[in-house]
């Protein structure tokens, strides 16, 4: 099983729409938990951090689910400007592997006018 | 400005031949990390330092080396062993837990065996 999995899509939906992705991790001694997201051939960008409490930026609104080890993002009122590529990254420490950053393969989100 | 500096931008190797990735950070943070991006696909972990002179393998580790001999430098040797190494490398940089872990990116190096 991977460590972190995502949907790859792509998910096409025009604009206004609202679209979710979710993401799961494998391991439970996973710390900090983030959104990024990578434009066509640049290097990947903070979206937003994921909080327990969950936590919302603008359109966007990010959830924690410790117990099912899950992650999720909302995006609200899609504009064309956030077709990208989604990452879900996954920071854990532990006595063998020290802390290592995880990414998932990324979700494809296409926005349509 | 602090950030994180890859280079070269676009690097072109023939087959068979060594090339050394170069990362360098000023935002002095401890952990430092490499990653290969093929088209289309996720980011893979190659290899992962959370202090000087000491790194561990990621998941696609053969065919690569790194040192850490400097904190702010984790330069990436792509060996003749690799034997797909046309990709985009990406070097990363955080500070380790606990505290906030952002990981930033640099610009990246494109490879290209020809």
């Known amino acids: 099983r991977k460590e972190v999995e995502q949907d790859p899509g792509p998910f096409n939906v025009p604009e206004g729409a609202t679209v979710a992705f979710n993401c799961t991790y494998s391991?439970?001694?996973?710390?900090?938990f983030f959104w990024y997201r990578q434009d066509c051939r640049k290097e990947p960008k903070l979206l937003m951090s994921?909080?327990?409490s969950g936590n919302e930026d603008g359109r966007f609104t990010a959830q924690l689910n410790r117990a099912s080890q899950y992650i999720s993002l909302l995006i609200r009122d899609s504009k064309l400007s956030d077709s990208a590529t989604y990452l879900c990254?996954?920071?854990?420490?532990?006595?063998?592997?020290?802390?290592?950053?995880?990414f998932g393969a990324g979700t494809i989100l296409r926005v349509k006018s | 400005d602090g950030g994180i500096t890859q280079s070269p931008k676009y690097l072109f190797r023939k087959e068979g031949q060594n090339v050394t990735l170069s990362c360098e950070q000023n935002?002095?943070?401890?952990?430092m990390y490499w990653y290969r991006q093929d088209p289309g696909q996720g980011l893979r972990l190659i290899y992962y330092?959370?202090?000087?002179?000491?790194?561990q393998k990621g998941d696609i580790a053969e065919g690569y080396s790194v040192s850490r001999e400097k904190k702010e430098s984790f330069p990436l040797t792509v060996t003749s062993a690799q034997k797909n190494p046309t990709a985009f490398y990406l070097c990363?940089?955080?500070?380790?837990?606990?505290?906030?872990?952002?990981?930033?990116f640099g610009q990246g190096t494109r490879l290209t065996v020809v």
């Open positions: 990363a940089s955080s500070i380790t837990p606990p505290g906030y872990t952002e990981a930033f």
């Open positions: 391991n439970s001694a996973s710390q900090s």
């Open positions: 994921v909080y327990s």
């Open positions: 990254v996954v920071n854990y420490l532990s006595m063998e592997y020290g802390n290592k950053l995880v």
């Open positions: 935002l002095n943070h401890d952990a």
């Open positions: 330092s959370q202090i000087v002179n000491d790194f």
